[in-house]
């Protein structure tokens, strides 16, 4: 019996290391891309009548034309992309995921696509006007994201304030508009979005919050270097424009 339970364990064991590494794929001869995103986060990446579309997702499937791979989507909250990223669930993570030092050690980045900066979204009968503002406030943002540790980082500056971390940007947008929430911290394009679509918002900006977003790869899997040949193509071939106008325009 004990020997049973000896064998079984090393056998979990052995799967365990083989599958949560991930064995490194050679991408130059894969055909099909497993791409992570997190699918409420528009104008990058949402669900529109069933289908998500969004800029990154025409970024991505161009990119995969240009390659001659095909695209899977898969929708995840934000949180998990990074572990099903470095657990190789999936190849590579598309999500307005913005470069940072601290992901650069766990994952690679492709070159930048998207130049951002992050913004403070409140309902209009508020009047903030800057961070100070908030000192005491409830502000939500979404779990695993830049957004949260800037928020985190001006607790530290106002202890008073309070701050909920939700997987879903949709879940705040409603935690806002039922004033569950004060404010919600998202990147500035997303703003305009919402401010379209919902009455009675405003925003400020944060102006010291400037990034890029970039395609999420496993490290070291080549695969950064071959969807930066794709951007360079397709910026070349004047395809990145026109994406970038649909999608961002009003
Ligand atoms: N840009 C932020 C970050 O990298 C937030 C991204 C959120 N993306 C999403 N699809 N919900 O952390």
């Known amino acids: 019996m004990l020997k049973l339970l000896q064998t079984i364990?090393?056998?979990?064991?052995?799967?365990?290391?083989?599958?949560?590494?991930?064995?490194?794929?050679?991408?130059?001869?894969?055909?099909?891309?497993?791409?992570?995103?997190?699918?409420?986060?528009?104008?990058?990446?949402?669900?529109?009548?069933?289908?998500?579309?969004?800029?990154?997702?025409?970024?991505?499937?161009?990119?995969?034309?240009?390659?001659?791979?095909?695209?899977?989507?898969?929708?995840?909250?934000?949180?998990?992309?990074?572990?099903?990223?470095?657990?190789?669930?999936?190849?590579?993570?598309?999500?307005?995921?913005?470069?940072?030092?601290?992901?650069?050690?766990?994952?690679?980045?492709?070159?930048?696509?998207?130049?951002?900066?992050?913004?403070?979204?409140?309902?209009?009968k508020n009047t903030f006007q800057k961070v100070e503002d908030l000192h005491d406030k409830h502000i939500g943002v979404q779990s695993g994201t830049t957004w949260e540790i800037y928020a985190k980082s001006q607790k530290e500056r106002f202890p008073q304030m309070k701050i909920t971390s939700l997987p879903s940007n949709l879940i705040l947008v409603e935690a806002l508009k039922n004033k569950n929430i004060d404010a919600i911290i998202m990147e500035e394009v997303q703003v305009i979005k919402f401010k379209n679509k919902i009455e009675n918002l405003n925003s400020f900006a944060l102006n010291d919050t400037k990034g890029e977003f970039a395609i999420a790869t496993q490290k070291a899997s080549g695969l950064a270097e071959i969807f930066n040949k794709a951007i360079d193509k397709l910026q070349l071939e004047g395809t990145l424009y026109p994406i970038k106008t649909k999608w961002l325009s009003n």
């Open 9 to 124: 364990f090393l056998s979990a064991l052995i799967l365990c290391i083989a599958s949560c590494t991930g064995p490194v794929e050679d991408y130059t001869t894969k055909d099909t891309l497993v791409i992570g995103t997190s699918a409420d986060n528009p104008p990058y990446e949402f669900v529109k009548d069933g289908e998500i579309v969004g800029l990154d997702i025409d970024v991505i499937e161009n990119i995969g034309k240009t390659l001659g791979k095909k695209i899977i989507i898969k929708n995840m909250d934000f949180s998990g992309l990074l572990p099903a990223l470095t657990t190789g669930n999936i190849d590579a993570v598309i999500a307005g995921i913005t470069v940072t030092d601290q992901r650069k050690q766990k994952v690679d980045f492709s070159r930048g696509y998207v130049s951002t900066s992050m913004e403070v979204m409140f309902l209009e």
